[in-house]
């Protein structure tokens, strides 16, 4: 699973860095922007739920290639 943040979209809530700050991570402007795209299965779930919690609807989750959906 891969997760991405859409620069344009993000308006600094930070929601996704509270509730999964292993994956998301915030620049000097407040934006949020992820290092390494690729989430590791423990985390899978946090990315998850900090994706949904995006006021802006900023990021998008990628399904695993050869995934079932
Ligand atoms: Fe940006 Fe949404 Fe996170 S607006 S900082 S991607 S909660």
């Not at 994956?23 to 423990?42: C, I, L, M, R, T």
Request: aromatic share 6%; glycine share 8%.
């Amino acid at each position: 699973m891969k997760v991405r943040v859409d620069r344009e979209k993000c308006q600094g809530h930070n929601r996704c860095y509270m509730i999964c700050p292993e994956v998301y991570q915030v620049d000097d402007e407040g934006y949020a922007y992820v290092s390494n795209g690729e989430v590791p299965q423990d985390l899978r779930e946090q990315a998850r739920r900090g994706a949904e919690a995006c006021p802006e609807n900023a990021i998008t989750v990628l399904a695993e290639a050869g995934a079932s959906r």
